[in-house]
């Protein structure tokens, strides 16, 4: 990695996310975050290590904003899905102000099992990305090609198309991170090689550039996310456009997680 790659990296505090897609309910949400919380810190976790947070389905958030906030724990959560429209007859939909009003610091926008089975096109999830930012939401943008799209169009051209359509909705100077998904890793126990990620990570981050500008490109994390575990995240974390990880089910294993927030622990391994 070049001189000038590690001081820009290191900038970036590396921000662990775990996904519990549609797992947990409110009451297990609190057990699990309770017990997160006293894992990290038995293990003397540095929250200026890594930045934790979970993504807990919405009739869970209110629980785990109450526990959080009464024991004052380092963990951040967030929603998995934003609606477009911030309040009327969208029956189902959850507005940003809702989510703001649970103190709710981010949000997954565009997750593939959302653009798989929902329907959502790029351009919904700039709609979203403005959303997250009219209500002062970290939108996770996330991006990531199929089997198919590697095979035709290579690694990059299709997440890098979607984050520019995506990025159409930032606001200027609002914080964005960005999650390089394949959709091929998600889910699949085969997870890239932190060569591919990087790659892509590395891609997205000149998108970002090109639209948002230097700055910004440089201040934003970009995770890699798909079958990320405890045994391969510090491979990923050495590459220098990999900024942290989206997880989904190692998310749900709490000493799995919990080592995958410790990486630094294990970067040697
Ligand atoms: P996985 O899911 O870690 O189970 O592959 C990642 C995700 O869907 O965000």
Known sequence: MAVDSVAQ?????PLIAGNWKMNLDHLQSIAFVQKLAWTLKD???????????VFPPFTDLR???????ADDLPIAYGGQDISAHDSGAYTGEISGA?????????VIVGHSERRQY?????????????????HGIVPIICVGETAEDLEQHGPSAVPVAQL????????QGAEIVVAYEPVWAIGSG??????????????LRGVIAEVLGDDVAQATRILYGGSVKASNIAGFMREAD???????????LLDEFASIVRFQKHVGT
């Open 9 to 13: 990296k290191h900038a970036r505090v």
């Open 43 to 53: 293990a003397q976790h540095d929250p200026g290590s890594a930045e934790v947070a």
């Open 63 to 69: 629980s785990v904003q109450t526990l959080v906030n």
């Open 98 to 106: 809702f989510l703001k009003a649970l103190d709710t610091k981010y």
């Open 118 to 134: 929902h329907g959502e096109t790029d351009e919904a999830i700039a709609a979203k990305v403005a959303a997250a930012h009219r």
């Open 164 to 171: 520019r359509v995506a990025l159409g909705g930032a606001a």
């Open 190 to 203: 085969l997870a890239a090689t932190s060569e591919q990620a990087q790659q892509v990570c590395a891609a």
């Open 242 to 252: 990999v900024d942290g990880a989206l997880v989904g089910g190692a998310s749900l």
